[in-house]
């Protein structure tokens, strides 16, 4: 099975790097994907139809056009996107529907952080401690698991020398370069089996179900049914 994912920012690029093998094997073996990062999220245009430049790579801005296109080729997209404060089966009623207008029903899988990529690595708390020694654990026991409250912030409070308030008043690319550094130093120690986060659990078991690999990592007949829930 090929997959073709696509994700809003160049920091959820990176940890997917580190985590997809990890879910459906090395590449190639059987299994092949290429990952797209893209300068943020934006919104579902209006009639369907691109109102920005396509270098500027806004996600759902582009998604028509990109979806459109894949109808052509083989494999699936897999869409993952963060769904901040919205209601998840509103966002996802949307997205559906989008992929209908395009034909691509069928091929296409959508997948939500809730509330952002970040809940990935609070739901992983052991390889959080392990690339964070001097974690803030305190702010950790106040957090609930996919909850909407703020969720890089509080990793930002937990791990970041200084805390939030630091990154707030440097201004400028530290909050993304924080969320790179994140990728690189806690995406090599996430566990997708015994990560505690609903919503990449749902991710995890998308992908596996869809190439034929069961939760217990052993092969399973495939399912072409794209599942649509969080």
Same mark, same amino acid.
């Given at each position: 099975?090929?997959? *073709?994912?696509?994700? *809003?920012?160049?920091?959820?690029?990176?940890?997917? %790097?580190?985590?997809?093998?990890?879910?459906? =094997?090395?590449?190639?073996?059987?299994?092949?994907?290429?990952?797209?990062? /893209?300068? =943020?999220?934006?919104?579902?245009?209006?009639?369907?139809? #691109?109102?920005?430049?396509?270098?500027?790579?806004?996600?759902?801005?582009?998604?028509?056009?990109?979806?459109?296109? /894949? +109808?052509?080729?083989?494999?699936?997209? +897999?869409?993952?996107?963060?769904?901040?404060?919205?209601?998840?089966?509103? !966002?996802?009623? %949307?997205?559906?529907?989008?992929?209908?207008?395009?034909?691509?029903?069928?091929?296409?899988? !959508?997948?939500?952080?809730? %509330? *952002?990529? *970040?809940?990935?690595?609070?739901?992983?708390? &052991?390889?959080?401690?392990?690339?964070?020694? @001097?974690?803030? +654990?305190?702010?950790?026991?106040? /957090?609930?698991?996919?909850?909407?409250?703020?969720?890089?912030?509080?990793?930002? %409070?937990?791990?970041?020398?200084?805390?939030?308030?630091?990154?707030?008043?440097?201004?400028?690319?530290?909050?993304?370069?924080?969320?790179?550094?994140?990728?690189? @130093?806690?995406? #090599?120690?996430?566990?997708?089996?015994?990560?505690?986060? #609903?919503?990449?659990?749902? !991710?995890?078991?998308?992908?596996?179900?869809?190439?034929?690999?069961?939760?217990?990592?052993?092969?399973? &007949?495939?399912?072409?049914?794209?599942?649509?829930?969080?």
């Amino acid at each position: 099975m090929h997959f *073709e994912i696509l994700i *809003e920012d160049s920091s959820g690029r990176r940890l997917l %790097e580190y985590v997809v093998p990890k879910i459906i =094997g090395p590449q190639g073996g059987p299994h092949t994907w290429r990952l797209h990062a /893209y300068r =943020g999220m934006g919104r579902i245009p209006a009639h369907l139809s #691109p109102t920005s430049d396509p270098s500027k790579r806004i996600l759902l801005d582009q998604l028509p056009r990109l979806l459109r296109g /894949y +109808v052509r080729t083989p494999g699936i997209v +897999v869409v993952v996107l963060d769904a901040d404060d919205r209601d998840c089966a509103d !966002f996802l009623a %949307e997205l559906t529907s989008l992929a209908a207008s395009c034909d691509a029903s069928h091929l296409t899988l !959508f997948r939500l952080a809730i %509330e *952002e990529v *970040e809940a990935r690595y609070l739901g992983d708390r &052991p390889a959080l401690m392990r690339a964070y020694s @001097r974690t803030k +654990v305190r702010v950790l026991d106040d /957090y609930i698991q996919d909850s909407v409250c703020g969720t890089w912030e509080l990793l930002a %409070e937990a791990t970041h020398s200084g805390g939030l308030q630091t990154i707030r008043q440097a201004g400028g690319p530290l909050a993304g370069q924080v969320k790179h550094e994140w990728a690189e @130093r806690m995406g #090599p120690m996430l566990d997708p089996s015994t990560n505690v986060s #609903p919503s990449f659990g749902k !991710f995890c078991d998308g992908i596996r179900r869809l190439a034929g690999i069961s939760s217990s990592g052993h092969l399973a &007949p495939p399912n072409t049914s794209l599942p649509f829930d969080r």
